[in-house]
């Protein structure tokens, strides 16, 4: 089953956007965001424990993102508040049996990516 990203948006710098990811049903599963900006390797954002109790969080993400588990909607959310122009990238899910991790390359399954442009 397919991860599927959805929050396309373009909003200014101080504003606010919601990524929503629909989740494969899978259990026991961590979650996780990465971005990634043009000329950038991937780099994770946010992660999220299979019970929805632990999150961790990049540092320059820190305060101003929230990453969210609704399990009877099978979805997870990355609300992200106080946009700056950096925060600029290709978004997306991923998933991986048991707690989140940093390291993209320990993620399994991914969505397709959603696009987020903060303008100055």
């Known amino acids: 089953v397919q991860l599927q990203a959805y929050g396309v948006g373009l909003v200014q710098a101080g504003g606010s956007l919601r990524l929503s990811c629909a989740a494969s049903g899978r259990t026991f599963v961590g979650m996780g965001w990465f971005r990634q900006a043009p000329g950038k390797e991937r780099e994770f954002v946010a992660g999220?424990?299979?019970?929805?109790?632990?999150?961790y969080y990049a540092d320059s993400v820190k305060g101003r993102f929230t990453i969210v588990r609704d399990k009877a909607k099978n979805t997870v959310y990355l609300q992200m508040n106080s946009l700056k122009p950096e925060d600029t990238a290709v978004y997306y899910c991923a998933e991986k049996i048991g707690e989140p991790a940093v390291r993209a390359a320990m993620y399994p399954y991914w969505g397709q990516g959603t696009e987020v442009t903060v303008s100055s």
């Open positions: 999220i424990g299979w019970r929805g109790d632990r999150t």
